[in-house]
């Protein structure tokens, strides 16, 4: 099908007989192959589509590679009939060519109009093995006919035609798209109508980069992944920072288990993208990912502003309504979010998404962190390691003036001790392999090494250390190091003074009870709205409070303990109440973070005010710029 479109076709009709294990048979009303050219088409390697090196940097077709047909043809018997357009726009006479498991058996000439028709017999006879792997016939069925609506809606002026056929030579017509229909027409034939009601479309341009297609209310999100189509100038990508710009777009109005519903093109110059990573050309590799991550989130998240929002100036209705040079951290908007870990972002880096075929329901699976035991690596290995030099930890006036911005009490100095344990992996690319690395600021140098880092905005988070500290280099090239509970603490802090996680609760299967003193109901009562601005609904009867649910960050215990201190009236106000819930519900120190939840966190706390201090007072973050650091190697007074 991809080459019919390359060849220009505005009709492609297909056969599947079996599955496609009898008979797979494309026809297309393209410009043909010249005879003198097909045994060239099936030959390895041989692609009319790119001429020069510059057509390379800039591929626009479907086919590149000249693999498709050669290895079809060397797996079955395989059949090309094609009448080439001659120069004068006229049909040529019809040629024909057969091939047995590779080899030519045959050609000569045949009876065909205009176009091209490709025939594949007995596919993997010759290769029992690959054979075993196909589902039955009516699943991949079902994924061709997948994979050729979801070509069609990149397509629509383009009709599509698929039947299913038996050996007695009878056919069915299973799905007909007419040529020039549009997006939304071809969307509801597979979209049911409820979904296709709530979308919204949306086109806008950012940095070179067009993103438009249609994007589904947040009202109707359900608990399937398979309703978000991702194209890259026409081609079918599933690329996971496309994802997370969708899910970016949708902050705050999803929960955790609901998934957007989105067909998104994204249209830019062919240079600006690289399609040749991936075998099953899934997956591309944008030159500059952040230009692409913010014209896709501009794009849905206008589709999904409500008027009264646009009015608020809450959210940016379209991509021309904020200062084009905003810091990358701030382009994201203030929404309330859920707690972290649960309700907040989908990671940036799943490496589900690595796979080539449609989304699955799990693909928005939000990761938990989950302590792995330490790879080889114990007080024995890390022995080994460098001594912990100098007095680092010893001279907190050497880390004072690192504190961003100057402490207004004295810094507390890291607590650094020889890393023990060893970093999560920078880059899904290589979590397999983690790396040793000493202690302190050595670890950029040892972390950045051939691993790729996690970008935030201008920010470069470049792995854990002690399980406690993310380490980070900021837009001026310094060394940050971030503690992960003081700053996950302030970002929570911050969401609660807004209100953030009303209505975000977990629900408890089984409520939690708690029994109350004469003293305590009063309280519950004057309590009642404050903790559900909290995440906590809570009923009260004679004498008992009931929590049907509680804050997503808080397990059972947690939340026991955090109402019976409310109740006890030890936190009189609020924002005693709000650091508790902060400090209970954060991530713990010796907490190992995966790369993307560490992303994520990273990403929010920027986005947080007052980012530099937890709640409590203490630094959430150290920096040494350059100076710092030569200071602190001595290599300058
Ligand atoms: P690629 O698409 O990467 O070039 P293929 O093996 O898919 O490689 O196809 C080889 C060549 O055969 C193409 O470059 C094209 O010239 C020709 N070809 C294949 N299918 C068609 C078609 N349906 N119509 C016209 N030409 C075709
Ligand atoms: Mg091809």
Redesign the pocket.
Known sequence: M??SL?AGADMIDVRLDNGGQGLIRVQDNGTGIAREEMSLAVTRHA?S?IASLEDLERIR?????????PSIASVSRFSLTSAARTADGGDAEAWHMELEFGRCVGEGPAALHRGTVIEVKDLFANVPARLKFLKTPATEFKRAQEWLTRLALARPKVGFRLASGSASGSERECLRFLPGQDVRTRLAVIWPELIMEALRPFDGERHGVRAHGFAALPEVAQLRGDRILLYVNGRIVSDKRLLAAVREAYKGRLTSRDYPQVILFVEMDAAEVDVNVHPAKSEVRFRDESAVFSAVLYAVQSALTTPLEASLGDRAPGENSRPAEVPQASLLPPRPRGFWGTVDHAPIMADRFARSDMPDEDVWEVRHPEPQPLPDMDDGAAAVLPPLRSGLAETPAAFGEGVLPPPAEKPVPPTARPAKTVPPAVSVAVSSAPEVIAEAPAPVAALGGGAMPLRIGEFCYLGQVADTYLVVRDREGALLLIDQHAAHERVLYARLRHGAFSGTGQCLALPLELSLHPAEQERACALQETLAQMGFEVELAQGVLLARSIPPSLNRAEARDFLREALAGRKDDLAAMFISLSCKGAIKAGQRLAPDEAAGLLQQWLETPERDYCPHGRPAVLRWDAGALERLFKRKQ
């Open positions: 991809e080459n390359d692609t589509k077709s479907y086919g590149f590679r000249g693999e498709a047909l």
